[in-house]
């Protein structure tokens, strides 16, 4: 492949919107009530029409015979680069928000920057991305404060969470070799120039939601490389039954 | 009041039902009237949101993304549906939580046809193909009922269960057009829901016992009988149109009538799910009440953080 780091690139930000969109669709139907039901369907809805416009982009650069299904779903687990935040399960709302709300401050930081980007395709997608996403960010960063600061028990909750999925935030900053390679075009975005503005940002909402930030200096990484936790295979093989039990059609 | 003045309003108000003007909240109507559009409309609130459950099933496993992102739109529609038949049983003087109490003890009903399992892609066609396609047949009439937010409500409801209609037929052609797996997963799903979907436009008239009230105030048009056999004339050509064949070897176009002859349906079948023995009953409601327990701290923290916000708000103002 002529531009296979922009094609991995690529694969990198749509893997994050896929694994996370199908998290918050396993959802559906199953909320704690009507209203957030319909909000967190329309997340996921986001996030695969993103995805959409990805893989689209990524079949034309790969320019063989894949299609944007192909690279969504027939993939080895080992291949997909999502980090491991957005494939956390849904242990509880705490947890599905918790996830979400970590993710949303980091994507929405990154889309402003890939706004800039020199790939005209990139830029527009973001460009687009960007009014979702910051939706997203607003609607669960209240949710943060609102189960922060509701009950006991709910702050309990939203606390063990945050606690919990704290390990998986650094590694939202780290850099790939495809990331250098673009940013060295001007086609990427330096993650690790975002890592400040992300903590203060967290900070600040957990403060509000009267939540600790945890202290904990231990994270985990490998999402990127394709190395991941033990979750994710369970989701590819909800996410790819069709295509794999049914071969080369069309549906 | 005495009787003579309830006689009165009565007579006044199915005189405005007579003239077609529309009953709005804050009107007085008969009791009977109120407690029959609780039932009706919240059976139907319900059977939105119990209806989300066989297709959300299939959310994490569509085979396309352009699939996947069609059925979540979808399942989110019967959501929003539920939402505003909700909201339009409040107006009747009944609170949300008493609804879904009623939904979670089992006192309210809803449709049966969500008692069956969806077991494979094709189901995602059959549904929205046959199962939308009945909603619609019973619904387009009740845009005209008498009850003015229930109306309102299924002029909304109408216009999106037609484009689940066609998305679900168009599910079935592509695969009726597909390869001989395909084609034979959409036969397999035809001939699972067709039945069902039949028996989902209600009892025969001769069982059915709300028809003649419901049919003066509108809530009610044709007869189930009429219905079901303006379904089968209508679905019975969509079938021949994509070569799939409708499970029913007593199926015989009667040139007389204009319309098809159908065979016998089993209606053992239809009492046993609607007595709660379906297939999937217990799990239907099992999901329903589980996501509705495990959401409880949920709203709680809501309602505590809105009222905090409230007293802080106020404490600011002194
Ligand atoms: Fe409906
Ligand atoms: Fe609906
Ligand atoms: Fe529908």
Same mark, same amino acid.
């Given at each position: 492949m002529k531009n296979e780091n922009l094609y991995n690139y690529i694969l990198g930000i749509a893997d994050n919107s896929l694994i996370l969109g199908q998290r918050m669709g396993e959802l559906c139907g199953h909320g704690p009530n009507l209203e957030t039901d319909i909000a967190c369907t329309n997340i996921s809805l986001d996030l695969f029409g993103q995805v959409r416009s990805y893989f689209q982009y990524a079949a034309k650069i790969a320019g063989d015979e894949r299609s944007e299904d192909d690279i969504a779903m027939l993939r080895k687990e080992r291949e997909y680069k999502n980090v491991l935040l957005v494939e956390q399960p849904n242990t509880n709302f705490a947890y599905t928000l918790g996830r979400q709300f970590l993710f949303d401050v980091y994507h929405l930081a990154f889309l402003k920057e890939l706004q800039k980007s020199t790939d005209l395709t990139l830029s527009a997608i973001a460009n687009k991305c960007v009014k979702e996403v910051s939706y997203h960010e607003r609607f669960s960063s209240d949710w943060i404060k609102r189960l922060g600061d509701g009950t006991e028990e709910s702050n309990a909750k939203m606390q063990e969470a945050i606690n919990d999925l704290w390990t998986y935030t650094d590694e939202l900053f780290h850099q790939t070799n495809a990331d250098k390679a673009m940013l060295a075009e001007g086609i990427g975005v330096d993650v690790t120039k975002l890592k400040e503005d992300y903590y203060n940002r967290v900070n600040a909402v957990l403060e509000v939601a009267t939540l600790n930030t945890p202290e904990s200096k231990w994270f985990q990484k490998g999402g990127k490389e394709g190395i991941h936790t033990e979750h994710l295979g369970y989701l590819l093989s909800d996410l790819q039954y069709m295509q794999r039990t049914?071969?080369?059609m069309e549906w | 009041m005495s009787e003579e003045q309830i006689k009165n309003l009565e007579k006044q108000f199915d005189e405005r039902i007579a003239r077609d003007e529309k009953i709005e909240p804050k009107d007085w109507m008969p009791e009977k009237y109120r407690k029959t559009h609780i039932r009706q409309m919240s059976q139907h609130a319900h059977s939105e949101i119990i209806g989300m459950l066989p297709e959300g099933n299939w959310i994490t496993r569509a085979p396309s993304l352009r699939r996947k992102v069609a059925l979540l739109a979808k399942v989110q529609d019967e959501a929003g549906h539920?939402?505003?038949?909700?909201?339009?049983?409040?107006? &009747?003087g009944i609170s949300r939580d008493e609804l879904y109490e009623q939904l979670h003890t089992g006192k309210a009903k809803y449709s049966s046809i969500f008692n069956y399992p969806t077991l494979t892609w094709a189901d995602m066609g059959a549904i929205g193909w046959l199962v939308d396609g009945a909603a619609i047949i019973n619904q387009v009439p009740l845009c005209n009922t008498s009850y003015g937010p229930y109306a309102r409500a299924m002029i909304r409801v109408c216009k999106e269960e037609?484009?689940? !209609?066609?998305?679900?037929?168009?599910? #079935?052609?592509? &695969?009726?057009?597909? $390869?001989?797996?395909?084609?034979?997963?959409? !036969?397999?799903? @035809?001939?699972? *829901?067709?039945?069902?979907? &039949? #028996?989902? @436009?209600?009892?025969?008239?001769?069982?059915? /016992?709300?028809?003649?009230?419901? #049919?003066? *105030?509108? @809530?009610?048009?044709? $007869?189930?009988?009429?219905?079901?056999?303006q379904f089968i004339d209508q679905t019975v050509p969509q079938a021949d149109l994509i070569g799939l064949t409708v499970p029913d070897p007593d199926l015989k176009w009667n040139e007389e009538r204009q319309s098809y002859d159908f065979g016998a349906i089993d209606w053992d079948e239809f009492w046993q799910v609607v007595k709660g023995h379906g297939p999937m009953n217990k799990e239907r409601m099992k999901a329903r009440v589980g996501a509705w327990e495990r959401g409880e701290w949920v709203r709680d923290?809501? #309602?505590?953080?809105?009222?905090?916000?409230?007293?802080?708000?106020?404490? !600011?103002? /002194?």
């Open positions: 049914y071969p080369n | 539920g939402l505003y038949l909700y909201s339009a049983t409040e107006t &009747l037609s484009f689940h !209609q066609r998305q679900g037929y168009e599910i #079935m052609i592509k &695969l009726a057009n597909g $390869t001989p797996e395909q084609k034979e997963m959409a !036969q397999d799903a @035809l001939n699972r *829901w067709w039945w069902p979907s &039949l #028996m989902m @436009l209600g009892p025969t008239d001769d069982k059915s /016992v709300h028809t003649a009230q419901s #049919m003066k *105030w509108k @809530l009610k048009r044709k $007869t189930n009988d009429e219905l079901r056999q923290a809501a #309602m505590a953080h809105a009222k905090k916000k409230q007293e802080r708000k106020e404490k !600011q103002a /002194v």
